[in-house]
């Protein structure tokens, strides 16, 4: 090493989008180590007024940062594994090998903000640089929010000029008008269910129907995520169980040309999904129930209810469409299919 630096730093993020607080976290590591090695998280992923800016777009504006040495800058996209963590903490450390040495001293920088930033504790081998509250607190949550919601986002003093530059730019496109929407439609769905005594907790139920090495899906027709690939399913009405409630929906929005009693009969396993920030609207839980169906022929199917549209996708195409799925639906598909 050269004057006491660390070798390497790694730094995680979502940069959804970069702020200056990243810029200055950035600053910072530069500052403490010879290179920086960036994670940037939620790649490959459909947009979403969580996610709206893909994984290319974001180290471009991260890039573009004026006032740090970019030669000294490795960005390294990370694609998300929400029910299986080890595996998305065993690809950021085999990203981070083949790309220092074995007897480099690494550090991992970052701020402990919320529970969201649990994963800084689960890298012991590297010395870990704490980051306190910096610009103010800034946060990119907010920055989503001044820009979806229509406020003079070119003013705010979090913005750098690579992201600002970018955002009015995008801001003319057709994917920020279906963001837009998006971000009314749920803004709207809080403030109804804001009126409740208590936090609600929504429950819905989802099928996984495989069948002669295919995958049904249906594209989802309403907001949030319209246009979105996604598991039938929906909510769960009173009177029913999950499993009864699964079946009602997968009928309803699929059409499918299947005995109600042999879907039944065809479930494999069932298991709960309840990532707390898995869907926008709020905290929703939900079962999924894995069907194979051992018939001769694809059954027909039919989009109705909620569905625009209801297909049967060979299980080999689903890492190339892994960016149009709704929600985690692609990460429950593949959990599952792991456990069969």
């Known amino acids: 090493m050269i004057e006491n630096k660390l070798d390497a730093i790694i730094y995680i993020g979502r940069f959804q989008p970069p702020t200056k607080a990243h810029f200055q976290t ?21 947009r979403s007024v969580r996610d709206p800016f893909t994984c290319e777009e974001r180290i471009s504006m991260l890039s573009k940062m004026e006032g740090i040495d970019q030669k ?6 990370v694609v998300n ?13 085999e990203k981070a090998a083949r790309r220092t040495l074995s007897k480099d001293v690494i550090g991992i920088i970052g701020h402990e903000k919320d529970q969201s930033s649990y994963y800084l504790n689960y890298f012991p081998q590297w010395k870990f640089i704490k980051q306190d509250n910096l610009c103010g607190g800034l946060s990119a949550t907010n920055v989503r929010d001044s820009y979806f919601s229509g406020k003079d986002y070119k003013n705010n003093d979090g913005l750098l000029k690579s992201t600002a530059s970018f955002l009015a730019k995008f801001a003319k496109t057709q994917d920020y008008k279906k963001l837009k929407a998006e971000y009314d439609f749920i803004k709207q769905y809080k403030e109804l269910w804001s009126k409740a005594p208590y936090p609600v907790t929504f429950s819905t139920a ?9 995958v049904l899906l249906i594209k989802r027709g309403f907001n949030p995520g319209k246009g979105l690939l996604a598991l039938p399913g929906g909510f769960i009405s009173q009177n029913e169980t999950f499993t009864e409630s699964a079946l009602r929906e997968l009928k309803e929005e699929t059409k499918i040309d299947i005995d109600k009693n042999i879907l039944r009969n065809s479930i494999k396993l069932q298991q709960i999904f309840d990532d707390p920030y898995r869907d926008l609207r709020g905290r929703f839980i939900t079962q999924v129930s894995l069907i194979d169906l051992k018939v001769k022929d694809l059954p027909k199917v039919k989009a109705a209810d909620d569905a625009n549209q209801a297909r049967w996708t060979p299980l080999g195409e689903l890492e190339e469409i892994r960016d149009k799925f709704f929600a985690d639906h692609y990460q429950i598909i593949k959990h599952l299919l792991n456990k069969i």
């Open 81 to 93: 594994s929400d029910y299986n963590f080890p595996i998305w903490i065993k690809d950021i450390q």
């Open 26 to 46: 950035i600053k910072n590591a530069l500052d403490t180590a010879l290179k920086l090695i960036v994670i940037v998280g939620s790649a490959k992923r459909a």
């Open 72 to 77: 000294r800058i490795t960005y390294i996209p």
């Open 206 to 214: 989802d099928s996984l129907v495989l069948c002669k090495g295919h």
